[in-house]
């Protein structure tokens, strides 16, 4: 076990009971962490840094905006970095074919994971069955294509009451998609404590929980993890490993 350092011990403690005693390492969080670039001004030098500091630390995963997954794919190959992209992309109102489309151009291009956005509007409209169908198809559509790709629907908390958000994770589940993310970052509301727990109750150890949007520092992230978030989507990443590096001894 690590010895906690005095002026870091609240972040040190809160990391160790997170696991149940047993203590995480700045290695263990960045595997917990999608380090994210999804800038409209993100330029290929950006990307290449990206890549390089994902390596560096060790994040499960980068997320970057479509245009980029071939590049960034190529940049981590071998590395054991996982490529993630948007589709949807932020507002979640393209056709369903057009999703379709996008997750497989991307699952083709190198990505392994896709974070689609949920159509919020048909959803408000209680228009479940398309929502669910609009889920489905972009789960089957790249898992036809290969079958470890990881789904994760992002539902955009800040825009729902608690029994939307329950009854979204109810679709996503159903229509077959491995997480449940809260947010997209470029709302009015990323995520928040309170949202993290209803959707780690709501979907049980069915789906995973990503919490995304606003997390900036290593005490958000480690209370995200402990309200019940399995992934940590940011694009302060780096600093939140750093802050953690410092934390211990």
């Known amino acids: 076990m690590h010895f906690l350092s005095k002026t870091n011990c609240l972040n040190s403690y809160l990391a160790f009971i997170i696991c149940g ?8 969080l960045a595997k917990m962490i999608d380090l994210t670039l999804l800038k409209p001004t993100a330029t290929r030098s950006d990307i290449k840094l990206l890549c390089e500091n994902a390596v560096k630390y060790g994040f499960i995963c980068v997320v970057v905006n479509p245009c980029y997954v071939s590049y960034a794919y190529d940049l981590l190959r071998g ?17 369903t074919e057009v999703k379709v489309f996008e997750a497989k151009r991307a699952v083709e291009a190198g990505a ?21 169908n609009d889920i489905l198809d972009v789960v089957e559509a790249v898992k036809s294509v290969r ?10 908390t800040c825009y729902l009451n608690d029994k ?12 077959g998609a491995d997480f449940v993310k809260t947010s997209t970052g470029f709302g009015p509301g990323g995520a928040t404590i309170r949202d993290v727990k209803l959707l780690r109750k709501s979907v049980g150890s069915s789906l995973g929980v990503k919490a995304s949007g606003g997390i900036r520092d290593l005490k958000t992230a480690l209370a ?14 780096v600093k939140i490993v750093e802050e953690m590096l410092r934390s211990s001894i």
């Open 224 to 237: 995200m993890i402990e309200a019940g978030a399995d992934r940590i989507g940011a694009s302060a990443g």
């Open 112 to 132: 392994s994971e896709i974070d689609m956005v949920m159509n919020i509007g048909a959803f408000k409209s209680g228009d479940y069955q398309y929502v669910k």
């Open 147 to 156: 079958g470890d790709v990881i789904v994760k629907v992002i539902i955009e």
């Open 21 to 28: 005693g047993d203590f995480v390492d700045a290695r263990d």
């Open 164 to 175: 939307e958000k329950v009854l979204a994770c109810s679709l996503i589940k159903e229509a």
């Open 79 to 95: 590395s054991g970095v996982r490529v993630g992209t948007v589709v949807g992309f932020p507002l979640g109102a393209n056709l």
